[in-house]
T-cell receptor, first 114, second 115 residues
């Protein structure tokens, strides 16, 4: 069965430091890939998506992600963390079809230290 | 702004007392999803509608039902809530017809507590 692995359930960085959140998928067929962010007591907000166009995808809030087929990865990065980036981040994949269901990773909680 | 709206944001019910959560959308999307999310976990898909076609996940308890009277509204009914049903319930929509390349748009969720 297809799956999504997010390495590190909790990542802590200092304000201004690089943010790197890892995501790997298990499939020989490249899926559609998404990163979502969830702030406390809110729903999921789309950060960015990869749908077979450019492999480097820019999203909102200064985040970007690079699709690497050879590594089956779609890691999320931001050059300089802000306190407001503290949240839960979910990587998700879809393999198309009429339902377009998402397969989620378990999430990574990002903490930002002042 | 077009959006997905869930009401209420917080719902408290008694053990065994039926409860209904609602979701509305102004995006005119044909697919609507209901997820259950427990603390520090990923959302778990309960079921979804593709237009009027209902699709139940195999492991969704019979206690959970859904209705979609029209494109804009979708309801989640929990017939006899147990303590294990306390969670955040998220509604999401997706447009674009066939294919999974369009993202899902989420509401802010309803947090359900069981007394």
């Amino acid at each position: 069965a297809q799956s999504v692995t997010q390495l590190g359930s909790h990542v802590s960085v200092s304000e201004g430091a690089l943010v790197l959140l890892r995501c790997n998928y298990s499939s020989s067929v490249p899926p559609y890939l998404f990163w979502y962010v969830q702030y406390p007591n809110q729903g999921l907000q789309l950060l960015l998506k990869y749908t077979s166009a450019a492999t480097l995808v820019k999203g909102i809030n200064g985040f970007e992600a690079e699709f690497k087929k050879s590594e089956t990865s779609f890691h999320l990065t931001k050059p300089s963390a802000h306190m407001s980036d503290a949240a839960e981040y979910f990587c998700a994949v879809s393999y198309g079809g009429s339902q377009g269901n998402l397969i989620f990773g378990k999430g990574t909680k990002l903490s930002v230290k002042p | 702004d077009a959006m997905v709206i869930q009401n209420p944001r917080y719902q408290v019910t008694q053990f065994g007392k039926p409860v209904t959560l609602s979701c509305s959308q102004t995006l005119n999307h044909n697919v609507m999803y209901w997820y259950q999310q427990k603390s520090s976990q990923a959302p778990k898909l309960l079921f979804h509608y593709y237009d009027k076609d209902f699709n139940n996940e195999a492991d969704t308890p019979d206690n959970f039902q859904s209705r979609r009277p029209n494109t804009s509204f979708c309801f989640l009914d929990i017939r006899s809530p147990g303590l294990g049903d306390a969670a955040m319930y998220l509604c999401a929509t997706r447009g674009g017809g066939q294919g999974g390349n369009q993202p899902q748009h989420f509401g802010d969720g309803t947090r359900l507590s069981i007394l």
